[in-house]
Every structure is written in structure tokens, then in C-alpha cells.
């Protein structure tokens, strides 16, 4: 029900709620959801079942805050909220006498008892003697009757923007799109319903700046005033408060004001600024509880997710600044905010080359599906630097061999901390190969949510004990190049992502890749997660959960340098023939892994971010390149791996045409 309705010559000295017709429609209210109850075709046997045995229903009402507005009460006043008080008692009264009359003239819900339904502290028990009595001699046709709930639309389509639920309005105006039928949208500037009629009622022209109430200055409100710029203005009256001019203990006090009259629950967020103390979010919500209420919602925006709704940016003081929106066109996420170019160099562009060797450390894990070994190299010098891992071993995992080799790429950037950050998403992976491993040093069991996560602890340990991670703090170059440490979260709305279907008959592998995509302050797409779904080595899992991390460098030639590496990742027997992207020619590839890189790479080429090589089409000169520059003419792309050549030896023999082809010395064999 919208409360407006009921307000009698607002904005006056006679305004006046009427109860009279209010508590009419909450007979009509409680009739109609009655009846929708039996109506309605239940999905379920059980949930028709349920509604029946207990027929709850939620009487509600929209549009508090503008009510009170129109009857001159401020809703922080304590007189606001004894007027709230008595419009949700008149509410419960008529609803309940509603449904007693229901329970005479068709029965009581099945599961009533009088004794139990009005003993002990249910809601029922505090209801006037009167209406007890009549719900002993008659019983009641619904369990559960009153609720307020969220309306906002509503509250916008059909009670003309009023405020919603028992909340206060957000803003006297903001902006709000609509969808045209071709697909385009149409900003609109909605004002709020109280707002709109006393401009309309007092004659304020459109072009009027309105200011909040200021007892201090001489006149009435709506009286027109030019300031010393020459803009004309007039006050709001006292009662004008909305959302963001109270404080967040203003905000509560209405809920316990109107609480005691509603048996099922209240929907009320309470709104906090962005640096709103934790002491005092711990008082709010002690405050909430020592005042018996069910819950409260607290809202505090913020610069990673930004604010639900945005006020109009042409009503001054009232902007909040949202750091992630999305676009109506293809719901795609823009981010307003990026980190300022950050140069971060590798302490080796490619694995060094170390003629005498390196020590490293071997672990060798034993695992329901087969044993494998980890090795962790490094040198030392002026400290230890861990620069490569990798596993070895005939049953060890598929695809954990792409994850070492990525790794390996971070260990040898000069940022530790980045390191750390990979391990730890690493160390959280789950998948349907946990077991139990003893960790070093003293080889107690532990738990291992999947082998992923085995790999990233016992790389982790090894890290710790080399005293990688410790010392002096250290500039983070690749960390402060993020544009975002973590996943964003795209919302109710949803976000557009590019997806393919990728099958390797040789493997057995046939799943979805997906990449989640936004738009980077200079209007460049940019994809920044990647996940798959379907049947493929869990290992890719954290293949995806790092190279995710790598997405969101703002050079693309860090996921540039870390693709190009996979190009030429191998697996025994896992060679498969598949459509070169963007070509209709077909390319024999040497995994599922370097096929997955090719995509990928493809995508960013799509977009215009690297080329078909996997190189920057611009050079943001985040990420420093080697000092010895390779001329980009002179690259040549690496010789695809594959079988072994019986000619030359080279494992190079790769499927051309249905016929064995070695790529390195033209031998033939076989025809398929």
C-alpha cells in the first residue's frame, strides 16, 4: 500500500493521515493475498502443502518517507516515528481482524492452535485483548500477516516514485535509464514523488536550485532568493531529510519504532559513509540487538564495488562516486579507476643460463593416482632467489607441468610479494582429487584440498625456508601495476564474456573456456578472469586462477610474455589437430594447453591489445623488456612439439594433411 494515498492536504497545517480508509484497504489486502494463495500453481507438491498449512501472507506498505514529508514530520524526529508507530499498529489491527473474519467465513489455517498460536512470546500473545479474544472463539485464517519489504520498482512504477518500503528517499532526483526497443538506452532525471508535488503545489520553477533547511536564514521555505553568483535558490522545508543526511543510529531508531507491530520481518538499510569507524559499526549493531530487533542492513559504498544508486550528479553534495558500473549496451564492467604506470622489471627475462648448474630442492609427492616429483631451483647470491619449479615423473598430474612453467615466470619477476600472492591463490584451489600428504619438515599429515594446492604449499614451504620472503620490505613493481588484486564482482546485472567450446579427441578433454571482460579507462577492452567448465585436467584450474592474476597487470605484455610460453607446452600422446582462431586453416598443436594459450592470445588480438604473436600493439612500458632486444621482424615462432622424428630425432613430427610430417626435417610418414 502506498502511504501517500492516505495523506489528507499535505504540506499544510491540516495535513492528516486517514486511518479510516487505510485500515479499509488493509481488509481488501488481506482478502486478495488470501485468495492468491490458492491461485497460485505451486512448482512443488511440498511448497503447495506448506503455503496451505500455514497460508502466510505479507501485508506491506511503500512510501513512509515521503508520508511523513507531506505531514511536515521529519523522519529523524521522534515525532516521525511515533506517527510511523501508529500507521504500522493501525496496519496490524485491521490485517489481523481481517483474517479473523477470513477464519469465519472459510477457516482457520490447518496447523492453528489457539493455545499454542497465542502462548508463551509469540507476536500473538501482544496483541489487544480484544483481538486475542476473538481469534480464541473464531481462530485466524493466516499464520503470519504483516512484512515490509524492499519496493523500489515498485515504488517507481506504480506508485510514482515514492520512497521505498519504510525507508526515507535515497535523493531528491538522480538519474535512471530505460532500454529503447532498438536496443539503445534514454537517460531520464526521476525526481521524488514528495519532492515533485511541493515543488508543484508552492509554484517552483524548474530552474530554482533547492537547498536544505537552514533555521538560520531569514524567510519562509520555497521563498526565492538570488545568492552573490546569481543563481536562484529556495529552501526546502524542514521535513525534506533523505538518506544520506541522517546518521546511521537515526536510521535505526525507526526500525525499532515500528518493529513491535510486525510479526514476520523488516527490510531497512541503513546507510554509513565510506569511512565509517568499526567501533562504531560494533555499537550499531549491539544497539539493534539490545533493542530486540530481527536484523538490520548495514550499507557502506565503497571504491571496489562502488554504490547501488547514484544520486543526481546536478543536485550538489549529493554525488557518490562509483569506481565499477556497467554499461546497458553489453553489460560490460567499466572501471573509472586504474594504477599509474608502475615500471617492474624481471630479474630474468627467460631462465638463466647457468653452466656449473644450481642447487634445488626435490620433493616427491605420493598421491592416490600416482607418485611424481617437484623440484624447486636457485641460486645464491648475496641471498637466495628461487627462479624456476617445475614436476617430473610418469604419473604426475596432467597440466601441473603448465602451472610450474608459469610460476616459474613470477619467481623470476623482482617482486616478492607478487610470488606470494600466486602461492596462496594456489593453495586454495579445491577440486575432486583431495588427499592427505605429510608436509615438511617434520612430516605431519595435512589435508590437501587437491593437487594444485599441494604443488602451491610444498613451493610455499620451500620459498619460506630459502628465506625468499623475508628481510627488509621491497618495492612491489607488478603489484602496483594491477588494475585490480582481485576478481571483480560483476553484480546482479552480469557482465559479457567470451566463451568457446575446446576439444581434444586425443585426451578426451571437451569443455567451455570462458573470459570475463571490462572497459579500462581509456575505453580499451580488457579481459580479466578466464574459468572452463566440462571435462578437463583439474590442474587448469589454477592454471586459470594465475593467469587470471596475470589479466589484470595493466601492461598487456605481462599475459602477453606468460601466453607465448605455452605456445609450445607439450603432453605425451596430446597432440590434436583444431582450427587455427581467426583462420579457417586447421593446425596440429601440441596440447590442449598451448591450444588454450592460442585462444586466448587470439582474444586480446580481437580486441586490439596484442597482436596475433602475442606482442603489445602499444608499449606501455610497465613491463621492461630484456636489454638486448630481439628485433621483432627477426622472431622466429618456435618448432610446435610432437612425436618423435625417427629421421632426425626432433620432436617434430606432427600430423599434415592426415599424414605424419616432421616440421624439422620434412620427412614423411605414414598416412593416416
Not at 496490524?92 to 492452535?113: H, M, Q, T, V, W
Request: charged share 25%.
Amino acid at each position: 500500500m502506498d502511504l501517500t494515498r492516505f495523506v489528507r492536504d499535505p504540506f499544510t497545517p491540516a495535513a492528516r493521515f486517514d486511518f479510516d480508509a487505510y485500515a479499509k484497504v488493509c481488509d481488501i489486502a488481506v482478502r486478495m493475498l488470501d485468495n492468491v494463495l490458492d491461485v497460485t500453481v505451486w512448482p512443488l507438491e511440498e511448497q503447495r502443502a506448506e503455503a496451505m498449512a500455514k497460508r502466510r501472507i505479507g501485508v506491506g506498505f511503500t512510501g513512509l518517507g515521503d508520508a511523513l514529508i507531506m505531514l511536515g514530520l521529519r523522519y529523524t524526529n521522534k515525532e516521525a516515528r511515533v506517527m510511523a508507530s501508529r500507521i504500522a499498529e493501525a496496519k496490524r489491527d485491521a490485517c489481523y481482524l481481517a483474517s479473523i473474519a477470513l477464519a469465519k467465513e472459510k477457516g482457520s489455517f490447518p496447523l492453528f492452535n489457539a493455545d499454542g498460536y497465542l502462548a508463551g512470546c509469540n507476536f500473538a500473545s501482544r496483541l489487544p485483548d480484544p483481538i486475542k479474544e476473538l481469534i480464541r472463539e473464531y481462530g485466524i485464517r493466516n499464520s503470519h500477516l504483516l512484512s515490509i519489504a524492499p519496493t523500489g520498482t515498485i515504488s517507481l512504477a506504480f506508485c510514482d516514485n515514492v520512497s521505498n518500503g519504510i525507508e526515507p528517499a535515497f535523493s531528491w532526483s538522480y538519474a535512471r535509464k530505460k532500454r529503447n526497443a532498438d536496443n539503445s538506452t534514454t537517460e531520464y532525471r526521476v525526481e521524488d514523488h514528495a519532492f515533485r508535488l511541493w515543488k508543484h503545489l508552492n509554484g517552483i520553477p524548474a530552474d530554482i536550485e533547492l537547498v536544505p533547511f537552514d533555521p538560520s536564514r531569514n524567510g519562509r521555505p520555497g521563498d526565492i532568493w538570488v545568492d552573490g553568483s546569481g543563481e536562484k535558490k529556495a529552501m526546502l522545508p524542514e521535513a525534506f531529510v533523505n538518506a544520506l543526511e541522517m546518521s546511521a543510529t537515526e536510521h535505526l531508531e525507526m526500525v525499532a519504532a515500528v518493529a513491535p507491530y510486525i510479526d514476520t520481518a523488516i527490510s531497512k538499510t541503513v546507510n554509513v559513509p565510506e569511512d565509517y569507524p568499526f567501533g562504531d559499526f560494533e555499537d550499531l549493531y549491539l544497539n539493534a540487538w539490545r533493542r530486540g530487533l530481527k536484523g538490520i542492513t548495514t550499507y557502506r559504498p565503497n571504491k571496489v564495488t562502488g554504490a547501488v544508486l547514484v544520486a543526481d550528479k546536478s543536485a550538489k553534495g549529493n554525488e557518490t562516486p562509483s569506481d565499477l558500473v556497467t554499461l546497458d549496451a553489453d553489460r560490460r564492467l567499466v572501471l573509472n579507476g586504474a594504477p599509474t604506470p608502475v615500471l617492474g622489471s624481471l630479474r630474468w627475462p627467460g631462465r638463466p643460463s647457468l653452466i656449473n648448474g644450481n642447487p634445488g630442492w626435490t620433493d616427491v609427492v605420493s598421491h592416490p593416482q600416482g607418485d611424481f616429483a617437484i623440484f624447486t631451483g636457485f641460486v645464491a647470491n648475496g641471498g637466495n632467489h628461487v627462479f624456476e619449479c617445475w614436476v617430473n615423473g610418469a604419473e604426475q598430474p596432467r597440466a601441473l607441468g603448465a602451472v610450474a612453467k608459469t610460476l616459474s615466470m613470477d619467481m623470476r619477476a623482482n617482486d616478492r610479494d607478487w610470488l606470494r600472492m600466486k602461492l596462496d591463490a594456489l593453495a586454495k584451489i579445491r577440486g575432486e582429487d583431495a588427499f592427505d600428504m605429510p608436509m615438511p619438515p617434520t612430516g605431519q599429515v595435512v589435508r590437501m584440498p587437491s593437487l594444485v594446492a599441494a604443488f602451491g604449499r610444498l613451493i610455499r614451504y620451500r620459498c619460506e625456508e630459502l628465506g625468499v620472503f623475508g628481510g627488509e620490505s621491497r618495492p612491489t613493481p607488478v603489484i602496483d601495476s594491477l588494475f585490480a588484486r582481485h576478481d571483480i564482482r560483476t553484480g546482479v546485472d552480469g557482465t559479457m564474456s567470451w566463451t568457446l567450446d575446446i576439444v581434444n579427441p586425443q585426451t578426451d578433454d571437451d569443455f567451455t573456456m570462458g573470459l570475463k571482460e571490462l572497459v579500462l579507462p581509456d575505453g580499451t577492452r580488457r579481459p580479466y578472469s578466464m574459468w572452463l567448465a566440462g571435462e578437463y585436467p583439474r590442474a587448469l584450474d589454477g592454471l586459470c586462477k594465475i593467469l587470471s592474476l596475470d589479466m589484470r597487470v595493466m601492461d598487456p605484455a605481462w599475459i602477453g610474455m606468460k601466453l607465448r610460453k605455452l605456445l609450445n607446452f607439450g603432453e605425451p600422446r596430446g597432440d590434436f589437430l583444431a582450427k587455427v582462431p581467426g583462420s579457417p586453416k586447421q593446425e596440429n598443436f601440441p596440447s590442449t594447453i598451448a591450444y588454450i594459450a592460442r585462444l586466448v592470445i587470439h582474444r586480446y588480438a580481437m580486441l586490439g591489445v596484442l597482436s596475433e604473436e602475442g606482442y603489445p600493439v602499444t608499449d606501455m612500458g610497465i613491463l621492461q623488456q630484456p636489454s638486448v632486444a630481439v628485433p621483432r621482424a627477426s622472431i622466429d615462432v618456435a618448432k610446435m612439439a610432437g612425436k618423435i622424428c625417427r629421421e632426425c630425432g626432433n620432436a617434430s613430427l606432427i600430423r599434415k594433411d592426415g599424414c605424419d610430417f616432421c616440421v624439422s626435417c620434412g620427412a614423411l610418414g605414414l598416412c593416416g
